[in-house]
Structures are given as structure tokens and as C-alpha cells.
């Protein structure tokens, strides 16, 4: 999905990193299943489910979704698009509230740049943050959108390292960014993803460090060419934890998934709406 050409007024970031991650890349190889004989019986049966056999194991997904976000004790909706490129950066651009109180902006990673920018109305700056701190927390961020909405990453032809926890759970460990970074995910009995959850850096604790954080997840989406990711997702800091209600700040529907094509930006594949409990 090419920059839209009457965009809301993003970060000039946002489109430039948007373009750069969604630049042609080489063909993907189609998936096997025979290759997920090794893994432990929670990875089997998530990825089974997911990825027909034969599914390009593309690295970049492009998503819709809509929802609410929590700033400070209210809940405000939101729309956004985002790009996710595995091991490498995200865009994720949102317009957050409504006609008279209305926040645009992007969350974005790349690997010359982490950056949070919000407006009000696209014109007044309200958030900017960037740095070391940024950084860090963006890559668990990465690692844990590419268990959820990427599954092809997790496969071992895409290089993808599995551990065994328990019948229910496994952990995987991704690149992102810089960083190496498990995320434990929970697959109930069918093979459908629950949650995921890790050890994400928060800089703005006191002082900053590791915090658990995670999401669960309600349904799957399931697009046009039969691929399943997490859907009706409540996500937030302390997962886990008896603070995890408070820390819950972000409840989403993936509404809808371009997936560029081999010949990269504009090969696109609408996902059909067939969510499913």
C-alpha cells in the first residue's frame, strides 16, 4: 500500500520510513509444513493453523485496525494503518479521538530511528520522544506484533528459534532491531493464538528497566489467502501481573491486511473479514 496522497498530517518520518520498509524485496519461499516436525507441540499447532502449506513466507505485513487507546483514565478511539517489516521496523500511523479533541501521529521504527510524534489536529506538537529508551522499548514492541500479525517469521525456514515451556506455551526468539528478544506465546488446543507476552523495556518507570508486558487475544483474522493472525487484541504493561488491568492501555480490531507482493508496494491482497472467535 503506497503513501496515501491526502494523508492526515503525519511525522515527514512516518512516510519516509514507510517507503523505505516497504521496498521491493527478494521473492519469498513458500512454506513447508514438513518443517515444523521439530518444533514443540504449542509452535506445531499455532503455525499449522495459520499458514496453509504453500503460503509465501513474506517478511512485511501492512495492517488496518480501529479501536481504543487509554490517555491518562479515558478511552479514546482510534483508527491506524501500519507497516511491519520482521527483524527490521514498523509505522504504525493513527489518528486518536474525535472531531473537536483529534491527536495525529506515528509511532515508528527503523534502524536509523525510534519515534513517538503526535499533534493535536496534525498542528501542535503534544508528544515527541525519542533516544536510547525509545529504542529499546520499540524493539520488544517489534518482536511482539511479529508473533502476532506475522506468523511467517516465526517459521524455521525463516530462521525462527523455538523453546519448549509447557503443552500450552512456548517461547520464540526473534531479531529486532538490535536486540534479540523472546516472546512466550500462549496456543490453546486448536492451535489458536491466546496471548503473547515478554520483557519489554519501559523508560518511563522509575527507574527505567524491564517490565512485563503482553496481550491477549479474542479471535483471529483471517485473510485472503488463508493466513490467521491475532484479532480483538487487549494489550498493555504487567501482563501477568495483579496490575495488568491498570496497565492495560490499548484494545484493537484488525479490520482489514495488504500484503505486498513480489514485485514489492502496490501488489496488494485485501484480507476478507472472516473473523472468527
Known sequence: MPWPRTAPRYPSAAETTWNALAAPHDPAPAFDPDTL??????????LG??????????????????????LGKR????TAEQILR????????AVVGGRIVRFVGADIMSPDLALMEFRVHGVVPVVRASGPHVTRSAAGRLAAETATWLPQALTPQMGAAWTPLDDQRATVTLGAGNETVDVNIDVDT??????????????????????????EFARDFVT???VRIGS????????????????????????????????????ESTAIDRSEH
Not at 493453523?49 to 487509554?70: D, F, K, N, W, Y
Not at 520482521?86 to 504504525?92: E, I, P, T, Y
Not at 496471548?195 to 524491564?210: D, E, F, I, T, Y
Open 232 to 267: 480483538r487484541c487487549r494489550v498493555g504493561w504487567g501482563w501477568g501481573t495483579p496490575s495488568w488491568p491498570q496497565g492495560m492501555f490499548f484494545r484493537a480490531d484488525v479490520t482489514a491486511v495488504d500484503r505486498p507482493g513480489p514485485t514489492g508496494p502496490g501488489d
Open 49 to 70: 493453523r495459520a499458514l496453509p502449506a504453500g503460503t509465501p513466507l513474506v517478511s512485511i505485513v501492512e495492517l488496518h485496525m480501529s479501536g481504543e487507546m487509554r
Open 190 to 215: 486448536d492451535g489458536r493464538l491466546v496471548s503473547v507476552g515478554l520483557q519489554r523495556w519501559n523508560g518511563s518507570r522509575k527507574p527505567p528497566g524491564l517490565e512485563r508486558f503482553g496481550g
Open 86 to 93: 520482521a527483524g527490521v521496523g514498523f509505522v504504525w500511523r
Open 75 to 78: 478511552w479514546l478511539p482510534f
Open 224 to 226: 485472503s489467502d488463508g
Open 37 to 46: 516436525a521439530t518444533l514443540p507441540p504449542p509452535a506445531r499447532r499455532l
